[in-house]
């Protein structure tokens, strides 16, 4: 299922997986101006893993390609196309794991980082769709949602009003504190 996934991927989007000394890492940088957390370095993949960004924000012409998830959704439309920083597919105890994972500085809030894992979900369960409909493959996928940010523990925003509460009571993210600058995981943390 992972080497069918790699192959739908634009290459752009991927992250590069480096080995060194037997450890094989990937890093998410951040590049907004005001982002306290600038890169995230995840240490641990396994041979096999592949990691993918649905943050891609490229300079130049390709920049507008890349405000939304698919050119057949409307960029202004509030929820669809906001997407995580990092995808990560691996294995766990055998099972296929997807770790949705988003960076944030200071005090993120609940409802937004929800609101981005959540699509990413929908999303990487459509990209599931096509690997099954066009290369035959099917299993079952489990997902893990991460915030890594530099801030205090999360707060849930208040709705204004039923249109706005779009988040599941149940729909679990898991926040990870790290200093600012450059933080390091292991994977084996995202995981547990």
Known sequence: MIPECLGLLAPEVTLNVVEHSGTRTIIVKETGRDAKLKSL???????????????????????????????????????????????????????LVAVLGDMKSNKPRVNEVSLQLKNSE????????????????????????????????????????????????DYKVHCYVVQAGTARLRLGELLE
């Open 41 to 95: 370095e995840i240490r641990g993949l396994a041979d096999g893993d592949i990691a993918f960004t649905l943050d891609h924000q490229p300079s130049g012409t390709l920049g507008s390609c890349f405000k939304q998830l698919s050119c057949y959704l409307n960029v202004q439309h509030d929820k669809i196309n906001k997407g995580c920083d990092f995808v990560i597919l691996t294995r766990l105890k055998g099972a």
């Open 122 to 169: 929908l999303f990487v369960k459509y990209l599931l769709s096509l690997v099954k409909a066009w290369h035959g493959v099917e299993e079952e996928l489990k997902f893990k949602r991460v915030c890594v940010h530099t801030g205090r523990p999360m707060t849930k925003k208040k709705s204004i009003s039923r249109k706005k509460a779009f988040v599941e009571e």
